[in-house]
């Protein structure tokens, strides 16, 4: 694999990288403090402040990732009774309007941490400015969007299905299973 094929594979799953790695570094804090708390008596003040916030940040790009595998929970059941290829153009304008929402929460979110929000309020024991910990909303939100319009874009212009990871491991066991019936 040539160098920049590396490095744009490396970008597309930044999130997931990202996601993968505040879950283990959080997890493995609470870890740090429950056995620093019951063994030794003592509490890292920090470490549940911390943990929080990085478990905030991994479900906003948790749902980054989601919306980039097309995974999110959404009612899809109606679509089975209409025609292929009207369920597909209902289901590409629910992910524009999806879109549309997210882009009005991009900008009320920019304008709420970057306008409105006092320089002045931080963390109570960080001590880091809010700003930089509510930053994850218009970034989480425009990320979002991007891999939406991206998903809407491989439908509509490359003809692609796309199924959620879990639909997709269903429909191989199921033809797995009509392959051993014959």
């Not at 493995?28 to 509490?43: D, E, K, N, P, T």
């Amino acid at each position: 694999m040539s160098l920049k094929k590396k490095i744009l594979t490396t970008l597309d799953d930044a999130e997931s990288l990202l996601c993968e790695a505040l879950l283990a570094l959080f997890v493995l804090l609470l870890f740090v403090q429950i056995l620093a708390r019951q063994l030794f008596g003592y509490s890292i003040a920090w470490s549940e402040e911390l943990s929080t916030y990085m478990f905030v940040w991994f479900a906003y790009l948790g749902a980054v990732v989601a919306a980039k595998k097309s995974a999110h929970n959404r009612v899809t059941f109606h679509f089975a009774f209409l025609p292929k290829a009207l369920g597909k153009r209902l289901m590409n304008l629910a992910d524009l309007l999806w879109v549309a929402f997210n882009l009005y929460f991009v900008y009320l979110s920019y304008d709420f941490v970057f306008v409105r929000m006092n320089l002045f309020w931080k963390a109570q024991t960080l001590g880091v400015p809010m700003k930089y910990i509510y930053m994850i909303l218009p970034l989480a939100f425009t990320l979002m969007s991007i891999r939406i319009l991206w998903n809407v874009y491989v439908s509509v212009f490359r003809g692609a299905e796309l199924l959620d990871p879990e639909a997709e491991a269903l429909a191989q066991m199921k033809k797995d299973h009509e392959q051993a019936q014959a």
